[in-house]
C-alpha cells in the first residue's frame, strides 16, 4: 500500500483539491443525462484538458473522472459491463497528467454512490455493495491511482463496506460525506456520528470530510463539528462553488472566485487539512484559493456567525 497521502500531509499544512468534474465537462459539451464517466473513452481529450486545468492552478490532489462510474450506477444506462474498462481508463488519464507535474500529485481515485438505499429501508446489501465497489476499485488501482476516494456518501453502512474495499484492496482511503439536509446527511448522520464511527474503525482512511451540499457556509458548518468531535483523522473539505443557474446555455454557479477563496481560507481555520471544490467550482476559482490559502496566514477558529456573514447564510435560514 502506498503512503503517498500521508508523506503530503506530513510535508504540508493544507493540500489544495481539484474542482469540479461534472461541470466542467458540461461546459465542454457533455451532454444533459449522458454519464461523464464514458468521456475517459469517448473523449479522452476533455478529460485531459479538465486535469490539466486544475493542476495548472494548483491542485495537489487528482480526482479521477469515476464517480458515477459503478456497476449499479451505469447499469441505468446500459453500461454496466463497462464499469472497469471505464474506470481503468479514468486512472490512467488522470495518472498521466499528474507524472507530467514538477512537484507530487495525488491520483485519487473518485467512488460516489450507488444510487440504492441500503436494507431494510432498500433493496442493497453490504454484499453487494462490497461487490460494486471492490470491482470499481480494482480497476482504478490497475490505472495508478494513489488511493481510493469515497464521496458524497450519506449512511454509516457506506463507511463500513468502504473500509472493506479499501482494506481487501490494499489501498490508502479517503472518504466525505453530504450533510445537506439541516446539517445532517440524508440517511440522518451527523458530522460528529461520522467521525466517532471513522475513528472506531481497524482500518481508518487517511482523511475525512465533508463534500457538495448547499454551499460553503454549510459545509463550513459540518467542519467545525467534526474538528469539535475531537478525531484526529485529517479533514476534508470540498463545497460547491454556490448555486446553479444556466447562461447561454452553460452551467454556472453563483459562488465567485473572490468567495471560494474566504471559503477556503475559512476552511483552513476550521481545521480542514484538504481544501477543494466540488459542484461548479472551476479554473478560477480553485486559482483565487490557491492563491489566498497560500498568501494569507492561518487564523483562529471563526464562529458560525462569522462564517454566515462572510460566505452567506446557512441552508435552514440562521
Known amino acids: 500500500m502506498t503512503k503517498r497521502l500521508q508523506q503530503l500531509l506530513a510535508e504540508n499544512d493544507t493540500l489544495l483539491a481539484d474542482a469540479a468534474t461534472g461541470t466542467t465537462l458540461f461546459n465542454m459539451g457533455l451532454p444533459a443525462g449522458h454519464p461523464a464517466e464514458l468521456w475517459s473513452v469517448e473523449h479522452p481529450e476533455h478529460v485531459t484538458a479538465l486535469h490539466q486545468e486544475a493542476l495548472e492552478n494548483g491542485a495537489q490532489i487528482l480526482c479521477t473522472n469515476s464517480y458515477g462510474g459503478n456497476r449499479c450506477q451505469l447499469e441505468r444506462f446500459g453500461r454496466g459491463a463497462q464499469a472497469p474498462l471505464l474506470a481503468t481508463a479514468a486512472a490512467r488519464l488522470a495518472r498521466k497528467i499528474a507524472d507530467q507535474a514538477p512537484d507530487p500529485v ?3 481515485g473518485s467512488v460516489g454512490p450507488t444510487g440504492e438505499i441500503f436494507a431494510p429501508m432498500g433493496t442493497m446489501t453490504r454484499q453487494r455493495a462490497v461487490e460494486i465497489y471492490t470491482e470499481q476499485a480494482r480497476a482504478l488501482r490497475e490505472g495508478g491511482v494513489d488511493l481510493l476516494w469515497f464521496e458524497t456518501l450519506s449512511s454509516l453502512e457506506e463507511v463500513h463496506v468502504a473500509e472493506i474495499v479499501a482494506r481487501d484492496c490494499a489501498m490508502e482511503w479517503c472518504i466525505s460525506m453530504n450533510f445537506d439536509t439541516a446539517g445532517r446527511s ?3 448522520v451527523s458530522p460528529t456520528e461520522f467521525t466517532r464511527k471513522l475513528d472506531k474503525l481497524a ?11 448547499m454551499g460553503a457556509s454549510d459545509l463550513l458548518r ?7 468531535s475531537g478525531t484526529d483523522i485529517p479533514l476534508i473539505a470540498k463545497s460547491n462553488a454556490g448555486v446553479p443557474h444556466f447562461h447561454h446555455g452553460e452551467l454556472h454557479y453563483t459562488g465567485t472566485p473572490e468567495l471560494m477563496a474566504e471559503y477556503a481560507l475559512m476552511a483552513r481555520d476550521c481545521g480542514a487539512r484538504i481544501i477543494g471544490g466540488c459542484c461548479g467550482t472551476q479554473g478560477a476559482h480553485l486559482a483565487a484559493m490557491r492563491d489566498a490559502l497560500a498568501r494569507t496566514p492561518k487564523s483562529s477558529r471563526p464562529t458560525l456567525d462569522q462564517i454566515a456573514q462572510a460566505l452567506g447564510r446557512f441552508s435552514n435560514g440562521a
Not at 222 to 228: H, T
Open 203 to 213: 482500518y481508518k482512511p487517511v482523511a475525512a470530510g465533508a463534500n457538495c451540499g
Open 186 to 188: 440524508m440517511m440522518g
Open 222 to 228: 459540518s467542519i467545525l463539528e467534526m474538528a469539535a
Open 106 to 108: 495525488i491520483v485519487a
